[in-house]
């Protein structure tokens, strides 16, 4: 045992536990020695009650002391029944210290840690109210500045919305390259060719649409707009193609560049020239290329046309047979297999349009000059085709032509009558010359309401520059030459018919 003067209550302290042994021996107490008060209740020797000892066991269950004060060893009650002068237990010598009038010694256990002595413990809700009221302190030394949790809580929201947005963003960058490399890369291989037709004036997205049905490419969005993007299309050729699927965009484009077309099913037809339209929708008809009543219809109807600017400038007269007589050049043609009466007339008057351009730069200037219209030099040249083998009687028959109509003569050519008629005639009688027609012109004047048939570019250009010459008459020598005999007067003109009467009889 050890005895320490620390502060505490005196008595022994065991240094195996905080009790403290008591300085007096039973029955005699430390306040009968030194005459102290003793408190109340108090057990006294003859057995009256007293306040149990710290750490005797029985009293405060906790083992913490009651408010009253415990019992000290040598007998003096601590709390508030002691001595006026301290709250504390003194020591004999501090009490003889300060009996003497002395300083008060400083207690050398006040800065010793709280351990060895009994103590007071609060209880739970005390616990709480205080950290209740130090939480309340800090919170308004703090400020309105809310806690780091708070900081902490009200920062997530607005990192997690930026990776949420960041997360839209790559997903839909993501899908958006994904449909571009999808769309744009060429479709599964196939040895097996496709045809398409890349119509005439077909815009890029059309001409895209027709490769994405044929099965060449995977979007025809994607690809059209590639197309804009460098610069290709309009170099396109129209025209039948045969491409297999797999192929990439640049070899599809360099095909449809280059034009590298495949022969499709065509049509072949010739028109000889001096062919009427009756001759040629028999020969259409013959040669399976067209019906003969259809292309017939289709000539009667010029205003459905879209192949020649001059068709539109053929006059209403309603004693032409047939408002396309002549304007039909004949040629030989290929069209496609399938294609109708009204492609196959629309195609001869193109043609015709490509033979006038052909012309000197100043027919249309001559034509002018001679106050001809298209119309009526057409109608000269169907003339002069009916009329004329040899292309080196040609200008000479239109001079011919020329000269009766400047001096009001009639033409009388048997070539008109012909056609009235509907029918050749090697030879026609004089009631044939009789016939009541706007094409007969034995008996009208000037030239007939239209062409007789379909006239050659070489009768064309004769009509146009007739030769310059006197004459008025001519007549075949039927000596199988095909020649004829010109002459000025009529005189001479029967000598030439006597002459070729003589050719005959041979």
Not at 166 to 176: D, E, N, R, T, Y
Not at 220 to 241: I, T, V
Not at 365 to 390: D, F, G, K, W
Request: net charge negative; no cysteine; hydrophobic share 30%.
């Amino acid at each position: 045992m050890e005895r320490e003067n620390d502060g505490a209550p005196n008595g022994w302290r065991s240094i195996y536990s905080d009790d403290r042994n008591r300085d007096s021996k039973p029955g005699k107490t430390e306040p009968e020695e030194a005459g102290g008060v003793r408190p109340e209740g108090e057990r006294t020797e003859a057995g009256t009650e007293s306040e149990p000892a710290f750490g005797s066991g029985s009293g405060s269950e906790s083992g913490i002391r009651p408010e009253s004060g415990f019992r000290s060893a040598s007998g003096s009650e601590s709390g508030a029944g002691f001595g006026a002068e301290s709250e504390e237990p003194l020591s004999r010598l501090e009490r003889g210290r300060r009996a003497k009038g002395g300083e008060p010694r400083p207690d050398p256990g006040a800065d010793r840690p709280d351990i060895g002595y009994p103590r007071e413990f609060p209880s739970a809700s005390q616990e709480e109210e205080a950290r209740r009221r130090k939480a309340s302190a800090e919170e308004e030394e703090r400020g309105s500045a809310p806690p780091p949790s708070a900081r902490r809580k009200k920062g997530r929201p607005l990192l997690w919305s930026f990776f949420i947005a960041l997360g839209i963003v790559i997903i839909a960058l993501s899908s958006g390259l994904f449909y571009l490399w999808n769309g744009l890369r060429p479709p599964k291989a196939s040895a097996t060719p496709v045809r398409f037709t890349i119509e005439k004036g077909m815009r890029a997205s059309q001409m895209a649409e027709e490769l994405e049905q044929a099965g060449l490419i995977r979007n025809a969005f994607l690809f059209g707009a590639w197309l804009k993007l460098k610069n290709e299309g309009s170099r396109f050729q129209a025209g039948d193609y045969e491409m297999t699927p797999g192929m990439t965009r640049e070899e599809i484009v360099a095909k449809l560049n280059a034009g590298d077309t495949i022969a499709a099913e065509t049509i072949r037809f010739t028109i000889p020239e001096g062919y009427t339209v009756v001759q040629m929708a028999d020969r259409l008809a013959k040669e399976g290329a067209a019906d003969k009543n259809k292309f017939l219809q289709a000539v009667a109807k010029p205003e459905q046309l879209t192949g020649s600017i001059w068709t539109k400038l053929i006059p209403k007269d309603a004693g032409i047979q047939y408002p396309l007589e002549g304007y039909l050049f004949p040629d030989t043609y290929e069209l496609k297999k399938g294609s109708t009466e009204v492609d196959i007339v629309n195609r001869m008057v193109t043609e015709l349009d490509l033979k006038l351009n052909q012309l000197p730069d100043d027919w249309q200037t001559t034509m002018q000059e001679r106050n001809l219209t298209l119309h009526q030099l057409l109608t000269i040249a169907s003339l002069v085709e009916r009329e004329v083998v040899l292309d080196e009687e040609r200008p000479i028959v239109a001079s011919v032509i020329k000269n009766r109509l400047d001096k009001k003569m009639p033409l009388q050519i048997d070539a008109t009558i012909q056609y009235a008629l509907g029918k050749q005639k090697e030879k026609l009688t004089n009631e044939d010359t009789k016939l009541d027609s706007p094409y007969n012109t034995y008996l009208h004047p000037g030239l007939p309401p239209g062409p007789i048939a379909s006239p050659s570019y070489k009768s064309i250009e004769a009509a146009l520059y007739p030769a310059d010459t006197e004459y008025l008459y001519y007549v075949t020598k039927k000596d199988g030459s095909n020649q004829h005999l010109f002459a000025i007067t009529y005189k001479q003109h029967q000598k030439n018919i006597a002459a070729s009467e003589k050719n005959v009889k041979k």
